[in-house]
């Protein structure tokens, strides 16, 4: 029996995954620009580095302390150092630490948002993201990684392509204009850590051979 994620996990991918289970495919009419569909997006990865140091009066104590949001900024700028145009990248975009002005920081947190083009890479940036936060830049911190979210990428393959090819000729067919094919950085919008049933599609698209009706559910 297929497992779909509960309504705390995310209703509204929990309504999705429902009603998509009983078609062989399903058209996410959300795209970049129009007359245009995404045959391939990158995946998302996010992660939370939860950083522990030691806290302190900034005057009084300032060489006794580990300043947690100092040793975070040495993290965020090695993982941004990782990223690759066309390959994996590693966007810190939110730090939260600190109380006051004149108290050094014992604790941090950084959200990562990891995109992947391909299956295979989630494993090697997983595997980036913990060697950097074991890595201790200023000494005397610990940190933990959690996954908070994870949607795999949807490839481009004979699949993804085969549906785009049924969809242009549905659209054609009924003189609705030309349709072109992109690729594009983005992650699909349901990004769950549960996430994986919704991706295979086009595999169930080619394996039905044609599409033969187009239901928007609103």
Not at 34 to 60: A, F, M, N, P, Q
Request: charged residues 20%; contains cysteine; hydrophobic residues 40%.
């Amino acid at each position: 029996m297929r497992k779909y994620p509960t309504p705390r996990a995310g209703r509204t991918n929990w309504i999705v995954l429902r009603i998509t289970a009983q078609f062989p495919c399903a058209i996410n009419c959300e795209t970049s620009e129009k007359d245009e569909v995404v045959i391939s997006r990158k995946g998302i990865l996010k992660y939370r580095i939860d950083i522990t140091g030691v806290g302190g009066h900034s005057g009084i104590h300032y060489f006794e302390c580990k300043n947690a949001v100092a040793e975070a900024a040495h993290k965020v700028v090695a993982l941004s150092e990782k990223s690759a145009l066309g390959g994996i990248t590693y966007s810190c975009n939110i730090m939260q630490g600190g109380i006051l002005p004149n108290i050094v920081p014992d604790h941090c947190s950084v959200t990562i948002d990891v995109r992947v083009p391909r299956h295979a890479q989630q494993a090697e940036s997983e595997k980036t993201v913990r060697q950097i936060a074991e890595t201790g830049f200023i000494g005397g911190t610990s940190a933990t990684v959690t996954c908070i979210g994870r949607c795999p990428p949807m490839e481009k393959n004979p699949a993804t392509r085969a549906l785009f090819e049924n969809l242009l000729a549905v659209c054609r067919k009924y003189g609705l204009g030309s349709l072109a094919p992109v690729e594009s950085a983005a992650a699909l919008i349901l990004a769950t850590p549960r996430q994986s049933a919704f991706l295979p599609f086009a595999e169930w698209a080619a394996a039905a051979n044609s599409v033969t009706q187009i239901k928007n559910t609103y």
